[in-house]
Structure formats: C-alpha cells, structure tokens
C-alpha cells in the first residue's frame, strides 16, 4: 500500500474540519430530524468561511496499543529466522552467477536481507536484532507520550494565516517542548517560521528568536492561475460530504452539559461513520471531479498522453534530485560566484585598457556572432524508423485488454504475458499471477487500512464514466453513490472490520462551531489497537488575534539565519549517512545500507565492469522485482525478465537512443512478445529503476573523465583550463583559430582560478590576457568549472 495515500486519507480526516463551506443546496429541504442536522451541522461548521478572520486552538493525541500486533510478535520472537522465499533466492542466485555479477556471500545476505525488508517491513531483521520492529515500536511509544498542541488565527482580507505549533514530552526524569511559530503571507507570496526549537543547531546565535523566511513568489503565476470562488466551492463541496451522505443512524443531536453550557455551546451534533466509508467517499469524489479540480479551479492545461504525464514526473524527479545535490554543495557554489566576481572585475578592467586606449577602438566582439550560429543536424534512415514505431504504436491499441479478459485469464493455464499482468492489476486491481490460495493469503495478512484501499481500488473504475471536467456537487454525487450502493458495499464487505469514527460539532447560539472534535480508532493485524483523537476550538469570530507584522518586517532568510551555523556539519553528515557505510575491523558489517543505496552500489560496479547501461539496468530492475514483485520473478525465466527489462530500459530513458536496423527489429519484436506495447502497460518500478542506473552510469563516466583529466593534465590550472575548454565548446562553434584562441583565454582563466583560490589573484594572474580574449570570457562557465575543478581535485 502506498504510504503517501494513506497520509492524505488521514490528513483530509484531521483537518475536514478546518476548511469546510456552507453548502447552499434547495434539494433538500424537509424537515425531519436527519436533513435538520445535516443543515446545522455544515452551516456551523462553515462559519469559519463566512467572517474575515477567527482564532483556532486545539489538541492532538494518539494511542497505540502494540501488545496484539505483529510488531510486538515479532519482538518477543526475535531469535527466530525469516528467511528469503527459497525459490526466489534460488533463481537469483542462478541471475546474479549468470549476469556475472560477482557478489560475497556475505554481500549477497545482506541484499537478500534487503529484499526481505522491501516485502515484509515489519519483520525484517527477526535474523538478527530486530531493528526495525523495535523502531517502530519506540516510535509508536514515544506518540503515546507526545502531546501536541496548537493556535493560531486567520486573516482572509490580508491572505494570512499563522500556526503555533507545541509539541511536548513528558517522562519522569525528561522534559522536552518545543513552539514552533509559523505565518504564511499570500500577499507577499512568503512563509515564515522560526525553528529554533526544533533544530537549533541551523540557527546562529543572533538569530534564535526571529522568523526565518522563504519566498515563495516564483510561484506567483501558478497561484495566480487559481480561480479562488470555485475553490472554495469545491472545499465545500467537498468537506459536506459526511453529513450530506449519513443516514439517519449517523448523525443525532447530544445532550449538551451545563458546563458547555457556561461555553456558550447551545447545541451538539454527533457525526458517527466508518474510515473506509468515508475514504471511499472523498476518493471517488476527487475522482470524478479531478479534472474539474485540475482544469477549471487549478487553472493547470493537463496533457493527453501518458507518455508526457510520465515524462512530467521523471522532470520533477529530476529537478528534485538537482535540488538536492544543490543543497550540499551550496558552499562551494557560493565561493565559486564570488570568484567569477574577482576574476570578471579584474580581468574586464584590463580588457578596457587593451580595446579602448585613448583612440576610438573596433568592435571586438563581433566574432561572438559568429560562434553563436546553429549547425543543422540531419538524421539517418528516419523513415524507416519511423515506419518501425508506427507499426508497434498501432498495435498496441489492438492489445489492450477489457476487465472481462483480465478476468478470463485468472482460469488460463497459459504463459502470460507481463505486459498484460501489470495492465490488468493496475487498471482494474486483478492479480492474474496469484492463485486463489495466494489471494485469500494476502487479503488475510493485509492491514486493515491496505484492505480498505483495496475495496476503493475495485470502486473507483465503476466511476470512471462520470469524470468530467464539469463540478459534479454533492447533491449530484450523493445520488450516484445511492445508485451504486450495492456494489459499493460488496466492496466494503470484503475489505475487513469497520474502523470506527466520530465527529462532534458543537456549535454557539448562532449556529457557528466553537469546538470540533475527532476521534478515530481501529484494529490492525501488524500495528495493533490504533487511535487518533484531535479537537479544535474557534472564537473571536470577525475580530481574530491580529499578527505581528514588526517581526515578519524584521524576519531574516533562511541563507542568513543559517550562516555561521552547523548547516555545512549537517548536511555533510547527511550525505554520508546516505553513502558507503564502514566496515569494522573484524569483518562485520557496520551500518545496514537500504535497499535503494544497495541498488545503487550495486549498479555502479555493474556499470564499471560492464560500460553497459542495458546490463546494468536488467541487473537492478530484476532485483527490484524481486523485492517488489516477487510473483512476478517467480513466473518468468531469467532470461524472459532479462528480455523485459531491455524494453523498460529504452521505455523510461529518453537518452537512450533506440537501436537501429536489425536491433531495432528485434526490440520491437521483445514489445510484441511481452505486451509492453501502450504506456499502461508498464509498471512504475521502471522509473525508480532508471533513476538508479543513469546516475550510476553518469556518475561512473564522470568519475572516469575526471580520473583522466587529471591524471592528463597534472596542476589546478591545466585542469580548469581544459574543462573549461569542453563546455566553452558545448555551447558555441569555434572554427580552427578561435579554438587556438579559446585555449590561451583559458589558460589565464586557469592560471586566475588557481591564484584565488591560493588568495593570490592579482594582476600578474592574467598577465598573458590579451585583446583577442574579449569574447572568450564566459563566468557563468567559470563558476561551473570552478565548482566541478573544486569537487573533483579533493
């Protein structure tokens, strides 16, 4: 089950009461008990959108009791041995020996303790300490006694909003807690927060009590692009569906203390439901009105193929791993800017004395012209490529296959094909690899949240038709989910006990709420007994607690706030964690690597070995499967699954250029063999796997360039000079005398390189510069070499 799913289910939960709208609906205008409840229930809750700003509090608690979960089992049975599926190991043994890969046998338990982990996570390590059951039993104890506690306050007019966030832990001899104050501004398109208390080590000391800010405006556009009126609408919409959809066993009215009385509560209502039920609901809400949500509300033009929605994804995947490397080599970016700075001023004041003597000077920069123009490029044999992937394109539309055929193949005793197994799982949930043994196996040992996921999963494409990017409201929906009732609650029949939840909504004499409280409690075979209670509190209705501007005038960025601090330690500490771990002197292993660092090590020494990054990706996309998919190894041959992941790795790499000639023919007839023919047809692990080998093969051809280069050119100079050299020429075309040239210009900005970083830049550093250098000198390459140079020659 996918962990980020679960995280929004319980966050829309948590916080539905802290969005909601009035529904303005003529459709329901009785006046029974049921639809008086429901009206009262929405307009209180929807007050809070109907006055220019409040003041929120509250309260958030959790309860876990591990004692009848799996986690505690598996504690208590720690000397006991888990174990690799034998036949899986098997055949992996037989697939790493024949992709020669060379592996100890100690590495080889390590990765199959890896594997192990990826399929069982709560019992991984039961071989030797159980680490990662008492992990999350420490951690589920320590919520026990965190009590978290928040306000804040709204400001609609100002498009502010602040957040006061308190966590404290409390135990006989300790006493943690820590304020973690936060404003986010829409006016100014900034957040702020001090987080001091939470990590005081990335705040210096003359920062520890002002905000921090980030901006947030080169988001301006997008934000922009929201049509504000229909997402409030939409949040209406929305949030009313618990009580717009409850029957009348679900909401009654409760009695209200005299204490609450005293409050200012005048009335009660009680919302009583079960989790699955209403993650149902809101699921195939969303469903349906995504496009609406995206198109209309978003104001985001989405694609038609899934191919450009994939390639979407792996840009993002892309610029967040970009981000990351960023991060960690901010310093040495930040002395490389402020190097191009000493150099450009040098050396430009010394090229205006060499152009511009007291006489009127040539424009020396029109050779720059020159090297900017493009050089058409033209492409062999394009046609009949282009034939190729026509043909296969226009078969793949004839091999998809309906939810009756899936359903068909479940009873065939024939070899299937794997593009039709990831088809039929992904769009209409059926596993034609499990038997009905394996099927019933893996209901019974499913969480009950997985179970629940499961049941909306065989919901959601009865649905489909419905997707429009028009609003469909509440009202609307409500009779779509009346129509499709029964099988709405076959689906839930099967997806194990309810999960009980309840919502109380006490509202004021005027009807608005005032106190929201939640509570959410279930079963579950790995976890245990497992509650969430959280409550809020609004008032100041109209006249909410104004923010102090004066310390958001005074705020500091976060570069600023950080400086000086022990973000360099940090992050370096960081990165390491994330690298090879060590080895103890007497042989054991220290760190346990995951599963993905494993992957990676893995890959860069196939990669080393074999200059191969079809090899390379076979080797880690198999092993992903195994841990992933292991129904899947089990069923194909060593050479089928080789077979298919050549196809993925020329699906999920665009650099990869697709073979030619009888290459070409022969991949097209690997598409055909497996199905791998329609985008649908392709599990996700491609991506992950592909990320994994194209840093490891550019990073192994970066580390051997760089091996080369400096083993060629020896001094710090010769080697900034040389890759400057290379990317000059990446971005222009020289011809033979501008290239003689480009060499000498950058020979000076070599020698000026070497000099500052020594402290010692000065005129003598560009004594060789002269006039036919204008033109040559380009700082935006000098920071990259500067940056690449620095990195490469530690």
Not at 2 to 28: A, E, F, M, P
Not at 150 to 158: F, L, N
Not at 207 to 217: G, I, V
Not at 704 to 710: D, L, T
Request: glycine share 4%; charged share 25%; hydrophobic share 35%.
């Amino acid at each position: 089950m996918r962990l980020k799913y679960l995280s929004c289910c319980l966050l829309s939960l948590s916080i539905v009461g802290c969005s909601q709208h009035v529904i303005k609906s003529n459709s329901n205008t009785s006046n029974s008990t049921n639809t008086s409840l429901e009206q009262q229930a929405v307009t209180g809750v929807n007050a809070m959108y109907e006055y220019p700003s409040y003041d929120y509090r509250g309260n958030m608690g959790f309860q876990f009791d591990t004692s009848k979960g799996k986690i505690a089992n598996t504690q208590t049975t720690s000397n006991s041995t888990q174990n690799l599926d034998p036949a899986i190991q098997k055949q992996l043994d037989q697939y790493l020996k024949q992709q020669k890969l060379s592996l100890s046998k100690q590495e080889k338990q390590v990765l199959y303790e890896a594997i192990l982990a990826e399929q069982s996570p709560y019992s991984y390590g039961q071989g030797s300490d159980s680490s990662s059951a008492r992990i999350a039993a420490g951690l589920m104890n320590f919520m026990n006694d965190l009590k978290i506690s928040y306000d804040g306050s709204v400001h609609y007019r100002d498009k502010m909003a602040s957040l006061n966030l308190v966590a404290k832990y409390q135990k006989p001899t300790l006493l943690v807690e820590a304020k973690l104050p936060m404003v986010v501004d829409f006016q100014n398109y900034k957040f702020y927060a001090n987080y001091f208390a939470f990590m005081p080590y990335l705040v210096n000391k003359d920062s520890q009590a002002s905000f921090a800010y980030l901006d947030f405006s080169k988001y301006k556009q997008d934000l922009d692009r929201v049509n504000v009126p229909k997402l409030v609408d939409y949040l209406k919409q929305m949030n009313a569906l618990p009580y717009v959809l409850a029957d009348t066993k679900q909401l009654q009215r409760m009695h209200v203390s005299a204490s609450e009385k005293q409050q200012g509560i005048s009335n009660k209502i009680r919302y009583q439901g079960d989790l699955g039920n209403l993650m149902l609901q809101m699921s195939l809400f969303e469903q349906i009105n995504k496009p609406y949500l995206t198109q209309r509300v978003m104001g985001v033009v989405e694609t038609d193929t899934a191919s450009e929605d994939a390639s979407t994804v792996a840009e993002e995947a892309e610029k967040a791993a970009d981000a990351a490397v960023a991060a960690s080599s901010e310093s040495v970016s930040a002395q490389a800017y402020a190097s191009s700075e000493r150099v450009a001023t040098l050396i430009n004041n010394r090229l205006d004395e060499l152009l511009y003597p007291e006489q009127e000077s040539t424009d020396a920069s029109e050779h720059t012209e020159e090297v900017a123009e493009a050089q058409e490029e033209t492409v062999e044999d394009e046609v009949a490529e282009d034939i190729a992937t026509g043909a296969v394109a226009a078969a793949s539309s004839s091999q998809l296959l309906s939810e009756q055929a899936c359903e068909a193949l479940l009873s065939s005793k024939k070899h299937l094909a794997i593009g039709d197994v990831t088809y039929c799982q992904d769009i209409y949930g059926i596993k034609l690899l499990q038997t009905a043994q394996g099927k019933a196996k893996s209901t019974a040992s499913a969480s009950a949240l997985e179970q629940k996921v499961l049941a909306m999963q065989e919901v959601e494409h009865i649905f489909e038709p419905y997707v429009s990017d028009q609003l469909t409201d509440v009202q609307a929906f409500k009779a779509l989910w009346i129509k499709h009732q029964p099988e709405i609650q076959a689906a839930l029949a099967e997806s194990g006990q309810a999960m009980p939840v309840t919502i109380d909504v006490a509202l004021d004499n005027q009807g608005r709420a005032v106190d929201l409280a939640y509570q959410l409690q279930f079963a579950d075979e790995t976890i245990g007994n497992f509650g969430i209670n959280l409550d809020m509190q609004v008032s100041n209705y109209g006249h909410g607690t104004p923010i102090d501007k004066k310390a958001l005038r005074d705020a500091k960025s976060v570069e600023e706030v950080t400086k000086g601090s022990m973000l360099e330690n940090v992050v370096t500490g960081f990165t390491k964690s994330l690298g090879m771990s060590g080895t103890g002197v007497d042989g054991q292993q220290g760190e346990q690597l995951s599963f993905d660092q494993q992957l990676s090590d893995l890959a860069e020494k196939t990669f080393a070995n074999t200059g191969s990054y079809i090899k390379t990706y076979q080797s880690v996309f198999v092993l992903m499967l195994s841990a992933n998919r292991p129904e899947i190894v089990k069923n194909y041959s060593n050479s089928e699954l080789n077979e298919i992941a050549e196809v993925y790795a020329y699906r999920f790499n665009d650099r990869l250029e697709e073979p030619k000639g009888k290459a070409l023919t022969r991949l097209n007839s690997l598409k055909a063999k497996h199905k791998l023919l329609d985008p649908d047809q392709f599990d996700e692990l491609g991506y992950s796997a592909a990320r994994i080998v194209q840093d490891a093969s550019e990073g192994a051809k970066e580390y051997q360039a760089w091996n080369k280069r400096v083993q060629q050119y020896k001094t710090p100079q010769a080697v900034f000079a040389d890759y400057y050299i290379e990317l000059f020429k990446d971005d222009y075309e020289l011809n033979a005398e501008q290239t003689k040239t480009l060499k000498s210009a950058a020979a000076v900005l070599g020698q000026a390189f070497a000099d500052d970083r020594k402290d010692k830049l000065s005129e003598q550093s560009i004594a060789k510069l002269n006039k036919d250098h204008d033109g040559f000198m380009d700082y935006d390459l000098y920071e990259k070499a500067y940056v690449a140079v620095v990195k490469h020659l530690k």
